[in-house]
Every structure is written in C-alpha cells, then in structure tokens.
C-alpha cells in the first residue's frame, strides 16, 4: 500500500469511527424527538447542497487562468495535449477554484461526475469539513449532557453533507448500489429526472440529495439574480 492510499485508508476509517460513536450517542439517549430531528438533519443537508451548488455554478472564474480553453476544448479530452493543458492550468489554481471549475465543466458533460470514484467526490469534503465537524460532535455529547436528538440530528446532516457530490453522481449514471435505488424509492434522494430540470434551465432545483429543499433554493435564486448578485455570465469561464 502507498503513502497516499494508507492516508485515505487511515482518514476513512477515523471517518467511519467518529460517525459510529456519535450514532451510538444518538441510540444512547433515545428519545421520540430523534426520527423528526433525523429528518431536519437529512432536509438540512438537502439545502446545503443546493446553496452551495448554486454559488458554485454561478460564481465567475477567475479570468486569464486560460480556463476557457479547456471548457471549449474541441479535440479528445483524452489527448496527450488536453491533459498536458489541463495539469499547467490547474496547478494555478486555487483549490476552491479548481471546484468552482468542476461544477461548470460538469453542465456540459454531466456523465463525467458519474465515473468518478467516491473519494475523488467526496474527498475534500471529508477532510476539511465532515471528519472535523464529526469529531467536534463526538467531543460535545461526551463532554456535556447533549439531547440524543441534538446527536441524531447533527449526525445526519454530516452524512448528508458529506455524501451530497457522491448522490450528486449517482444521478449521472445508469448503475448504481442497491442503497442508493432503495432510498430513492422511500423518497430519500431524488431522481435523475428531477434532477435534469436543473441541467434543463440552469436557473432551478439545484438541491442534489433529495430535492426537498429546492422549492426555498428556488426562491433564494430568484431574489439573489433580481438583485444582480448572480448572474449568467458566471456559468462559464471566460478568457
């Protein structure tokens, strides 16, 4: 095994135990306040995602970074010049701008996000958010006589939130786990063809996990675009 991968190996497996322990806590201090506050938790996660999906697509990228050449790139994206193009203009990049990029790189080649790994979806989203915030929970309801629902319902938002690319991805690909066609099935992620009311308009339902948020995203959309604070030029680089 290689440094990088026991890395991964070693932060995944921190992951999985912080999120068993503050499930226990949950189980631990039951009460009829923790299948609601699950719910909040997963509608929470639900609206971060499109909050942060729609600041993503609209946010502008950095102009001169030769962005543009890449999104318009006319030849195979599997050339040795493409990904030669694509490494030196990366490596300019912010780590924020290189995620921006991806969300608008992703509405004209949505199937690419779905053959990504997990790791490479949610990654990031582990290491500078979820293991942190996970930890952070296992501190407070050890520490302090915090209400078992308080747990479930942070402990779900976490998951929510760290999952949201990952569910994201799903709706970009045929095959997919049994989890995953059964919680769409109970109603706890969407569906692809809700979700391509999104790549239909761009101006809409930018909610990723279950969509129950997207009628409260819409309405932010509306009033942040009528006050000029998004606007379409963000939705593609430009030179």
């Given at each position: 095994m290689t440094g990088r991968k026991f890395t991964i190996f070693a932060i995944v497996?921190?992951?999985?135990?912080?999120?068993?322990?503050?499930l226990s806590g949950a189980v631990d201090r039951w009460s009829w306040l923790i299948p609601p506050a699950m719910i909040a938790g997963w509608y929470a996660a639900d609206l971060m995602s499109g909050l942060v999906h729609m600041y993503m697509d609209y946010r502008p990228c950095r102009p001169g970074m030769g962005l543009d050449r890449l999104y318009f790139y006319e030849g195979s994206r599997e050339s040795d010049h493409y990904q030669a193009l694509?490494?030196?203009?990366?490596?300019?990049?912010?780590?924020?701008?290189r995620l921006v990029y991806d969300f608008k790189n992703h509405h004209p080649r949505p199937n690419a996000l779905g053959r990504r790994t997990m790791w490479r979806q949610i990654g990031s989203t582990v290491i500078a958010g979820a293991l942190p915030a996970s930890i952070l929970l296992n501190i407070l309801w050890l520490a302090l006589p915090v209400p078992g629902w308080a747990v479930a319902g942070a402990f779900t938002f976490i998951l929510g939130g760290t999952f949201a690319q990952y569910f994201h991805g799903t709706l970009h690909r045929d095959h997919n786990p049994p989890v995953v066609r059964a919680?769409?099935?109970?109603?706890?992620?969407?569906t692809p063809a809700a979700h391509q009311l999104h790549h239909d308009t761009l101006t809409r339902d930018f909610a990723t996990n279950c969509g129950w948020s997207n009628p409260v995203v819409n309405l932010i959309f509306n009033a942040a675009t009528r006050r000029?604070?998004?606007?379409?030029?963000g939705l593609e680089p430009t030179a």
């Open positions: 497996l921190l992951f999985a135990g912080s999120l068993a322990l503050n694509f490494r030196q203009t990366m490596a300019q990049l912010s780590p924020l701008e919680m769409r099935r109970l109603g706890l992620l969407m000029g604070l998004l606007t379409p030029a």
